[in-house]
């Protein structure tokens, strides 16, 4: 969005300093100004601000002749130089493997519990399957992607990872959590945007609505309404939450595809069942 030239620039260096070289590399100015790049940079301009969702498409369609997409925040950066060598390795070691997600740790090396994708946080450095990852840092088959599909546009941000895993879990691909990828990140909090409870509360809606068969969506949304309620002490939070929740049910999501219950099963069987 423009808002962060230094850091998107650190970035780019550790990109190009990668022993293995990416085929290319793109930016997706999200709405805003495109920021002076190097000549080996590709640009996408958006003339508004697609969220997240629409601009991680915005990419994609730019880069359907790729056969693996990585995605990076542009406040990250790339300690290792080996990163992209260890991706091609991973895939090529796993045809059904679909996503990997790295490991987010701030400038101390500190992994927050909220970045690990699963439930037993404790240990960020055990990897293995899992059922989702972090939007920072992850990549993506492409031939995946062309039979589960792109990012959900109506999301925006918030809960995108989530629908994108469960598509493809429940498509028979495989998402793994690779702790030895890693992604220096500014330690930072999700409600630092000014309607994250908003979009929050609406995107939980629209995964349920969207994926989960009938029987499971009010068990999923009734357990989040009781988290919520006893995580969030701010009335206006409150407020802009449950706003929210309202919005998810009168707005458009997207197709309805209810995900088999094979899949509720293996979601299960990896740790997190879809009604938390």
């Known amino acids: 969005m423009g808002t962060r030239p230094k850091e998107l620039a650190e970035l780019l260096a550790s990109v190009h300093a990668q022993t293995t070289e990416a085929t290319r590399t793109v930016v997706v100015a999200n709405g805003c100004a495109m920021p002076d790049l190097p000549p080996w940079v590709e640009t996408v301009q958006l003339e508004e601000n697609l969220g997240v969702t629409g601009g991680r498409n915005a990419a994609l369609d730019h880069l359907q ?163 919520t309620l006893a995580r969030t002490h701010s009335v206006v939070g409150l407020r802009a939450w449950f706003g929210g929740f309202a919005e998810g049910w009168r707005t458009e999501c997207g197709r309805r595809k209810p995900m088999r219950w094979r899949t509720v099963f293996e979601l299960t069987r990896l740790g997190r069942p879809p009604v938390i």
């Open 65 to 227: 002749d790729m056969d693996l997409v990585l995605d990076l925040d542009d406040d990250g950066l790339l300690v290792s130089d080996d990163v992209f060598s260890r991706i091609i390795a991973l895939f090529a070691a796993d045809p059904r493997l679909g996503i990997v997600g790295f490991r987010i740790a701030d400038e101390t090396g500190v992994t927050q519990r909220r970045h690990v994708p699963r439930l037993r946080a404790g240990d960020p450095m055990r990897g293995g399957l899992v059922t989702g990852f972090l939007g920072g840092a992850h990549v993506l088959s492409v031939k995946m992607l062309e039979e589960v599909g792109y990012w959900p546009d109506a999301f925006f941000f918030a809960h995108e990872e989530s629908d994108m895993a469960w598509r493809a879990i429940d498509a028979g691909w495989k998402v793994r959590y690779t702790p030895q990828l890693l992604l220096q990140h500014p330690r930072t909090s999700p409600a630092r945007h000014a309607f994250f409870y908003q979009v929050n509360a609406r995107n939980r809606v629209y995964l349920a609505r969207r994926h989960l068969p009938a029987v499971l969506v009010p068990v999923y949304l009734g357990v989040w309404v009781a988290l």
